[in-house]
């Protein structure tokens, strides 16, 4: 396993204002201070639409107009904008990347291959 710590401080910090999927399998993400990144679990699908085919050919520059292109609201969902999370100061969460369930697979062949008799 490999691993990378990136820290950022500030306003001037590294940030991501804009919605994406990390490509790693898995990312821990806290904030020591001020407000935690915001995300949507998998278990909210009923109350968000992501669109992932302009998620990953957005050419938008204007990062809100992205955003509401991105992440859409179920009907009737539009006002509350229930499915968005957000972690709170001092919190630590685990968001899966892209690579998570390739990353999964790889564990389970290679776990497969070790118990194959021969």
């Not at 509401?68 to 968005?84: H, L, M, P």
Request: proline share 4%; net charge negative; with cysteine.
């Amino acid at each position: 396993f490999k691993a990378r710590i990136v820290a950022s401080q500030g306003p001037i910090g590294t940030k991501c204002p804009r919605w994406h999927v990390d490509h790693v399998p898995l990312r821990l993400v806290a904030s020591l201070l001020g407000p935690g990144c915001s995300y949507i679990p998998q278990s909210q699908k009923q109350n968000v639409c992501i669109d992932y085919n302009f998620l990953n050919n957005c050419d938008v520059d204007d990062t809100a107009i992205a955003n509401n292109r991105i992440v859409q609201f179920a009907k009737g969902n539009e006002e509350r904008k229930e499915g968005i999370f957000q972690a709170q100061e001092n919190e630590a969460i685990l968001l899966m990347g892209r690579e998570w369930e390739e990353a999964v697979r790889d564990d389970q062949e290679k776990l497969n291959d070790r118990h194959e008799i021969k």
